[in-house]
């Protein structure tokens, strides 16, 4: 047996015995893990655009008056947008009918929702909105667009600019 008289040998045989046991549990420990197979991410499908209806709100929409009440609320919404024709430097400020087709020149303008903050938050207006040229029916925008931040969701066009002002329900 080996006598151990430096204070710094104790230390390796100590590090040592600790490292190898480390070794050996790891190694039992490593065995009971198992591998999981590979996602394709090419196969999986999106799921934004599965409608997930929990029991009671489908219970809720068998309701007439429900229904009723939420068809009114779109048909009484309108959402105030200006366009801006560069070319002949004229603003036109413009609402629309949530829900419904505008034309104006050769812009075909849908409004799909409007949002309005609530009187406590910082005041906030968004439309979602898609534009189409008409005789294309090429889709050019397609999203929210922000009353107070229009440089993040603007309109491409190269005659046409478009900005939302208001959302407002009659």
């Not at 009671?56 to 929409?61: H, P």
């Not at 898609?130 to 925008?141: A, D, L, R, S, W």
Request: aromatic share 12%; net charge negative.
């Amino acid at each position: 047996m080996m006598i151990i008289k430096n204070g710094v040998q104790k230390i390796r045989v100590i590090f040592n015995i600790l490292f190898l046991s480390l070794l050996l549990f790891s190694n039992l420990y490593a065995q009971n893990i198992e591998d999981l197979p590979l996602i394709n991410l090419n196969e999986l499908e999106p799921t934004y655009e599965d409608e997930v209806l929990d029991q009671n709100i489908e219970n809720d929409l068998k309701d007439k008056d429900f229904i009723k009440s939420k068809n009114k609320n779109f048909e009484e919404s309108f959402a105030t947008v200006s366009l801006l024709n560069k070319i002949t430097a004229e603003v036109k400020t413009i609402d629309i009918k949530l829900k419904e087709n505008y034309l104006y020149e050769e812009l075909k303008i849908y409004v799909i929702d409007c949002y309005n903050s609530k009187p406590l938050e910082k005041a906030e207006t968004a439309v979602y909105l898609n534009i189409y040229i008409e005789k294309t029916m090429k889709k050019i925008f397609n999203g929210w667009m922000i009353k107070s931040l229009p440089s993040i969701s603007s309109m491409e066009h190269p005659i046409y600019d478009l900005w939302v002002d208001d959302c407002y329900k009659l």
